[in-house]
């Protein structure tokens, strides 16, 4: 048994320089309504986040919790969340999640997050986008806090909150080495080139083998 990560479709998750950040610092998440990603806590971040006007939060994305996010957002006048849940073309969800500032991963304490790294993962890497996440042994065997992402502890809106104001609050800190050192990874690790030699050069190690 061997592991090759999944990566992303670089013909649609790609930096485009020509895609302007919004005025307001904007956390994206993007993703199933599911139990398993942790969209409420992302909904209870954004909650403790209200009194700051120099945040806000896109939310992309559809599924059975769906009512539940939108009864949310509504109880509780989340007024600094925008809601997508149509259909969105590949290139425009490119345009939006790079329009924003920080992507976010999941956070739900789950069993299969223990275990799984996301699609939205590798594609918020090939984005180049810092990238916030839920530590889980899975995200440290491509994941380095720090370094490629921000981890936060599963089942915690209030560390995930203080992670968005740390990068809403240090520029440098997520554009200069998060957003650079995330790309890099995916190129390294995950492009589809990458996977192809990693693929490859097991392949070739196997005819190697079975010749010896």
Known sequence: MVRVWTGADDAVFHPDPTVEKRKIFTAVFRGGFLPATGIEHVLSAARLLLDRSDIRFLVIGRGMLENDVRSRIEK????????????????????LMLSCHVALGQFASHERME???QNKTFEALALGLPYITRDSPSNRELLTDRETCLFVPPDDPEALAQAIISLKDHEEMRREHLGNAAWKLYEAEASPQAIGRRIMYLLLSLVVRRAS
């Open 115 to 117: 275990r799984t790294i």
């Open 76 to 95: 509780e006048h989340l007024s600094n969340v925008e809601l997508i849940t149509s259909f969105v073309p590949d290139d425009e969800l490119r345009r």
